[in-house]
């Protein structure tokens, strides 16, 4: 059996969340499982002394746009969220909780979020 796909995300990357909902169907296509792990980008900026792409000089305003454009691409919903980024270590509590205590129905709850 091959192993599975590892796929890290954080529930505040707009491309996480594309990743998320087509990395099910890719994994299928090529006869794997995935192995779902969320992240704190923010914690990842913090000790690399990074920043979100949308704070940084020019490359924010594009971003944005990438973010639409590849949505559109995929046939994917997107919209920009109101607030940018979000803090998601709750989030990320909540679906390492669901993973340990209700396995079967983590991935789906975290697509639901």
């Given at each position: 059996?091959?192993?599975?796909?590892?796929?890290?995300?954080?529930?505040?990357?707009?491309?996480?969340?594309?990743?998320?909902e087509?990395?099910?169907?890719?994994?299928?296509?090529h006869?794997?499982?995935?192995?779902?792990?969320?992240?704190?980008?923010?914690?990842?900026?913090?000790?690399?002394?990074?920043?979100?792409?949308?704070?940084?000089?020019?490359?924010?305003?594009?971003?944005?746009?990438?973010?639409?454009?590849?949505?559109?691409?995929?046939?994917?919903?997107?919209?920009?969220?109101?607030?940018?980024?979000?803090?998601?270590?709750?989030?990320?509590?909540?679906?390492?909780w669901?993973?340990?205590?209700?396995?079967?129905?983590?991935?789906?709850?975290?697509?639901?979020?």
């Open positions: 059996m091959k192993s599975p796909i590892s796929f890290y995300f954080d529930f505040a990357s707009p491309y996480g969340y594309l990743a998320a087509m990395i099910e169907e890719f994994a299928s296509r006869g794997r499982q995935t192995a779902w792990h969320p992240m704190l980008l923010g914690a990842v900026f913090k000790a690399t002394g990074g920043k979100p792409l949308t704070e940084q000089a020019m490359k924010g305003e594009y971003s944005l746009a990438d973010f639409r454009r590849s949505a559109a691409y995929y046939g994917v919903p997107f919209r920009t969220p109101s607030v940018f980024p979000i803090a998601t270590i709750n989030t990320c509590r909540a679906s390492l669901m993973q340990e205590k209700h396995p079967a129905h983590a991935k789906k709850f975290m697509l639901e979020l």
